[in-house]
């Protein structure tokens, strides 16, 4: 889900604007986050083994319906919350023994914060704190 984020500029940045970005769909501004969300399931289902089949049977190109599209981009959405809530705990958790600590780099192999945390902090870390 992250590589998809990352990978796609235009995901990336409909999702987790940039600081100061303020981009209102109202005025003209992007797309709708819904939008993105239905971009990530293409990404992410359209070729995947266990669900590429089911997927392929609801998306039907341009004509596939606002209710498929919200009932998959909910899954993102709520996944991506998700995943932010466990960064914010993590960071909590960490407090000030983890304070200066925002890349892999300023960790030292075999200590126990990279045993613990290293796996899965650094990406969706990265992710949130750049928008």
Known sequence: LI???TDDSEIKQGLFPAPGAN???SQGGGKPKAD???ALCIALFSEHEDYWDYFARVNQGSTTSTKVCTLWGNKIKNRLRKMAM????IRDQMGEMGEGIQHKEDLWEGSELCNKWCTYLFKPYTLLHTS
């Open 86 to 89: 466990q960064v914010r705990e």
């Open 36 to 38: 993105h969300y239905w």
């Open 3 to 5: 590589t998809a984020i």
């Open 23 to 25: 981009v209102l769909t």
